[in-house]
């Protein structure tokens, strides 16, 4: 599999990189899941609709931001491993998470749906070639190859979920 290489993605996503293994994206990302699972397991109920400041998203909202963003990077995986040589576009976090009315779904939908997308995520990845790993696409306006986007994932995920143990818990 591809071996990161901090000029395959922009600068911003740095923080989200420190820690991960360089290379075995792959296992990372599917201990990941279990790992993602089992702390969302353990959240009570009651704190799913919390918000530990006013105008911060909820707990609901936050992993629906992941789940969104789960899949719009899986989504630029597939773009740029295919060849796309068209601009991808970026997305307005705050606008997306209030478009997916997280808090009206029951928490068990949005950790079922994450799951799926990372699955499905996990068997895309399997499926392209070492070659396809090394094209380089744009997304967000910037330049971003392939084989940098699991790790993004692998990256926010862990941001995310870190700000949930350490503000809403």
């Known amino acids: 599999m591809y071996q990161l290489n901090e000029n395959d993605y922009a600068a911003y996503y ?14 990372f990302l599917e201990n990941q899941k279990q790992e993602v699972l089992s702390f969302l397991q353990t959240i009570p109920e009651e704190k799913w609709n919390h918000a530990y400041a006013p105008e911060k ?5 936050v992993c629906g931001h992941v789940l969104d963003s789960e899949i719009i990077f899986g989504y630029r995986t597939l773009c740029i491993a295919r060849g796309e ?12 998470v209030e478009n997916g009315h997280f808090k009206e779904l029951d928490y068990q939908q949005i950790i079922q749906t ?3 997308a990372r699955a499905l995520n ?15 696409g744009t ?16 990256g926010h995920t862990r941001h995310h979920m870190r700000i949930i ?3 809403y818990l």
């Open 14 to 27: 740095r923080p989200y990189m420190e820690g991960l293994p360089s290379s075995d994206i792959l296992t």
């Open 57 to 61: 998203w909820t707990v609901k909202e």
């Open 85 to 96: 040589t068209q601009s991808l576009p970026g997305y307005e976090e705050n606008d997306y």
């Open 114 to 116: 994450w799951l799926k």
């Open 122 to 136: 996990l068997s895309l990845f399997e499926s392209i070639s070492e070659e396809a790993w090394e094209h380089v």
């Open 139 to 154: 997304a967000n306006n910037n330049r971003m190859k392939a084989g940098a986007v699991p790790f993004i994932i692998a």
């Open 165 to 167: 143990k350490e503000r």
